[in-house]
């Protein structure tokens, strides 16, 4: 992997967020959004303040305009998202195209699991007994497809890109140090000759 400079780490920063909150504004199908794949990558790609902060950021500007919610599961929420940072943590010693996709779904299920829970505890909507959390959950079905299809599209999408610009960066250094080695050496050859 190619070492990324500051200026270039702020860009993709910006970007991310840009993307998180735009696409949580935009309309979508319920919890198709790229928050949960932003904090994988995050994870992944940025050292810890600045990880955690990207979902975070993308989270509470879109919340601002979108309107702010019940107080108790905003924090849950937002955990939530901050455990796919983690999981993006433990990816980048395990990084293969399998358990890229395995965190996906790993951070689909913690979001669902952990969030839904909160729904049932902290709502009226659902009886406080064993039956009532369990309506949550199958209510929560259709939104866990989505947060499922969603985190495995834009994982593809973040890291597929991030990947091929990688690889592009570095054929084209390649390619220069080519350029620049067939340069050098006709220099030395054309000096050697005078």
Request: charged letters at 15%.
């Amino acid at each position: 992997m190619l070492k990324v400079n500051f200026k270039n780490k702020i860009i993709i920063f910006v970007i991310l967020v840009v993307l998180g909150f735009t696409f949580r504004l935009l309309p979508h199908s319920w919890n198709f959004t790229p928050i949960g794949a932003i904090a994988l990558f995050s994870g992944f790609y940025f050292k810890k303040k600045y990880a955690f902060a990207i979902p975070v950021l993308a989270m509470f500007i879109s919340d601002a305009f979108l309107g702010f919610y019940n107080w108790k599961l905003m924090p849950i929420v937002y955990g939530s998202f901050l455990l796919c940072v983690v999981l993006g943590f433990w990816l980048k010693k395990h990084k293969k195209w399998y358990t890229v996709a395995g965190t996906s779904i790993i951070a689909a299920l913690l979001f669902f699991f952990i969030t839904n829970f909160a729904v049932w505890i902290f709502t009226p909507w659902y009886a406080k007994t064993l039956s009532g959390v369990i309506q949550c959950y199958i209510m929560a079905i259709p939104f866990f497809r989505n947060t499922l299809l969603g985190n495995l599209f834009y994982v593809t999408v973040f890291f597929g890109a991030y990947e091929i610009i990688q690889v592009l960066i570095k054929n084209k250094l390649a390619i220069l140090e080519k350029v620049f080695g067939l340069v050098k050496k006709k220099f030395v050859y054309i000096n050697e000759n005078k």
